[in-house]
């Protein structure tokens, strides 16, 4: 009985992911360009997971092998520290992605066209607000979800996929050598810190004062 209830819930979120495939080309016209990115969240204190760690929760569970291999898959994005709070775009973009897992809650995509091309990136364990859903467009740093309740593990996954959305976009795991239809890491994904760090507006220009104060003028 169990396992048949557990099949169900399965194929409930089989059939929203389905549901929330990504949205079509005709509704991202109204996208601003992503020129500069930003941290989803106020503040970015690593959890147990960065980018390539191998994908276990913080007590050395292995959350996925490979089935030939036992090769532990590594983890495609990176874990943050967080209460329950609200969660920012980290560009302009589109949703074009909504599921949501049992275990995981819900993941969104957001698809960011950017000078170097398409980038998007991946939120997980997170509920979208009201009124934010696939084809939404939203600007960098609008608040368009908030972080999921997930008890002792409350934390915030973030990836970025540096191209067009594809069935591997989702995954927040990839094996260390292609198996079981998967690629090998880090397939598409590049490391979120790094890439948004070297993304940031840059800081304005430095206040210059002309004389009258004794000052001299700072040479920039
Ligand atoms: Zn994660």
Redesign the pocket.
Known sequence: MLSLVSKASLAAAIVITVAWSPAPATIRADAQPADYFQFPLPSWDPHC?GFGSEWRYCNGTVLRRCSGSGAVWL?T???IKTEIQPVMAAANGVIVGYIVDPTFRGGVLIRHETPDGVVITQY?HVWPRAGYSVGTVVTRGQVFADIADMGSRT?F?FAVFNGEYDSHTWN?ALPPARCDGFPAFPYKFVDPTAFVQAHLEPAPPKVVHHGGHGLQEVDT
């Open positions: 997971l983890h994005g990176v874990d997980w934390h996954h927040g």
